[in-house]
């Protein structure tokens, strides 16, 4: 489904993504995962044409997206739950799940995928009302990520969506994301919770750096040693 080739991204001369490739395949649950800094979220932002790489390639479905506009990429298929949720904080939850469907076309099936919403995150439906600033931390991610399903996305990218969450929060939140994933949503996932990215992830690369330094499935991942001490601050 998606193809990264050779991807290059720097800013004021800093390498932040250093030739990297690799490839999210069609249902999967794919997560990039690594230290601060590493090049994660300038990844993201790439794919999705929020910054313009150097050199190399964005393929999906084998059309080349690399340059294409923000709503170009959106109409495409991609979204992105960015991090930090990023709402409007002065709207109604109703509000900001309709601002999501804001490309399409076909408004009548807009109610239909409202409700659909609100049975995968009953507490939005309970608080559809409610100002969403005024949401928890949970409550906002819920949203944002209801939000990005009302662009009918066939791939989702997720920017550290447990970031500040209590960890039953945490629990709910990678429930939801196998159950999107269940419904034919492709995933790519950047996450610091390894271990939960980890334990849901089809496959897994590791960035360092601005390069790939290890990729596999997310069970052979849980397994490495280095990855273990790095990342789970486990050993085997």
Do not use: C
């Not at 995962?33 to 190399?56: E, H, M, W």
């Not at 939005?124 to 100002?131: A, P, T």
């Not at 949503?185 to 939960?196: H, R, S």
Request: proline residues 4%.
């Amino acid at each position: 489904m998606l193809k990264i080739n050779h991807l290059k991204v720097s800013y004021g001369g800093i390498k932040a993504l250093n030739d990297i490739s690799f490839e999210v395949p069609d249902g999967k649950i794919v997560t990039l995962i690594g230290a601060n800094g590493a090049g994660k979220s300038t990844t993201l932002r790439t794919i999705v044409g929020l910054l313009k790489p150097d050199a190399g390639e964005i393929l999906y479905d084998g059309r080349n997206l690399t340059g294409l506009p923000t709503n170009k990429i959106i109409g495409a298929g991609i979204t992105l739950v960015p991090e930090g949720r990023r709402m409007f904080p002065d709207m109604t939850v109703l509000e900001n799940l309709k601002i999501g469907a804001y490309l399409r076309k076909d408004k009548s099936e807009i109610q239909k995928d409202i409700d659909w919403i609100y049975t995968l995150f009953p507490r939005l439906k309970e608080r559809h009302w409610q100002q969403a600033g005024t949401l928890s931390g949970g409550e906002q991610q819920m949203l944002a990520v209801g939000r990005a399903l009302m662009s009918r996305p066939k791939l989702m990218m997720m920017d550290e969506p447990s970031l500040g969450l209590a960890p039953l929060i945490v629990q709910d939140i990678f429930s939801i994301i196998r159950k999107i994933n269940s419904e034919g949503v492709t995933i790519l996932l950047i996450e610091q919770n390894a271990n939960m990215a980890l334990r849901t992830a089809d496959f897994a690369y590791v960035l360092e750096t601005g390069k790939i330094r290890i990729q596999g499935t997310g069970t052979e991942l849980l397994q490495n040693e280095e990855i273990r001490a790095a990342y789970l601050g486990t050993k085997k």
